[in-house]
């Protein structure tokens, strides 16, 4: 009965590859993100989706594509991967958006470019 | 310019002491969160404060809003090996945007 789940955990690519990662939260959530977290585990918003429409880009570039295919589901697709893309990801959900609410994450997404 | 300055940056302390962890900023909040974050994990919510100078307990943690809403505090007590992980303050910035802090690193030396 995982609330957030996304899949794969971890990640081994080469570089210019494109790679996806699935998520899928049953919270009932109408919000859905994906948050990037770096070496020094800085965890940055990329996306963020209300019932399936884009809200947020935070200056990602147009290489990363995410895809709402329904308000469960919040996938990420990766063109010509590069080094500096490695890092992990989590996929996080939450009711509202605002004020006192609660994000909901994923168990994460380790993605390594070689 | 981080919005969220988290310190220490590291925090590496025997079992049963006592620590406190800072999340400071030059701008007022509505509220402000602390999330943990296991290692191999995704980060998950502690409490949320959202009154100048609110204090909320959990367990063997206490949290603090500041008076005028722009910093935050966490003191464990007699911190346990389960207690190490990344601790990030976070706030909303605008509807679904959570901004998250630099975060402490701590562990807990058994």
């Known amino acids: 009965d995982t609330a957030v789940s996304q899949t794969p955990k971890y990640l081994v690519t080469q570089m210019g590859n494109d790679k996806s990662i699935k998520c899928e939260q049953n919270?009932?959530?109408?919000?859905m993100y994906w948050y990037k977290q770096d070496s020094k585990k800085f965890l940055k918003i990329m996306f963020s989706?209300?019932?399936?429409?884009?809200?947020i880009n935070e200056t990602v570039p147009n290489r990363f594509s995410p895809k709402s295919p329904d308000k469960a589901h919040l996938n990420l697709h990766i063109n010509s991967l590069e080094l500096g893309d490695s890092a992990v990801y989590f996929c996080?959900?939450?009711?509202?958006?605002?004020?006192?609410?609660?994000?909901?994450f994923g168990p994460g997404t380790r993605l390594t470019v070689l | 310019t981080q919005l969220l300055e988290q310190s220490p940056q590291f925090l590496s302390i025997q079992e049963g002491e006592n620590l406190t962890v800072y999340c400071n900023s030059s701008?007022?909040?509505?509220?402000l969160q602390w999330y943990r974050q296991e290692p191999g994990e995704g980060p998950v919510l502690l409490v949320t404060?959202?009154?100048?100078?609110e204090v909320k307990k959990l367990k063997r943690l206490t949290f603090q809003f500041g008076d005028a809403r722009k910093d935050s505090s966490l003191h464990i007590t007699a911190a346990q090996p389960g207690d190490t992980g990344l601790y990030l303050c976070?706030?909303?910035?605008?509807?679904?945007?959570?901004?998250f802090g630099t975060g402490t690193r701590l562990t807990v030396i058994p």
């Open positions: 996080a959900s939450s009711q509202e958006g605002l004020g006192a609410d609660t994000q909901y």
């Open positions: 404060v959202v009154t100048g100078g």
């Open positions: 701008s007022v909040f509505s509220s």
């Open positions: 989706y209300n019932n399936k429409e884009l809200i």
């Open positions: 919270l009932g959530h109408d919000t």
């Open positions: 976070a706030t909303w910035t605008g509807a679904n945007n959570l901004f």
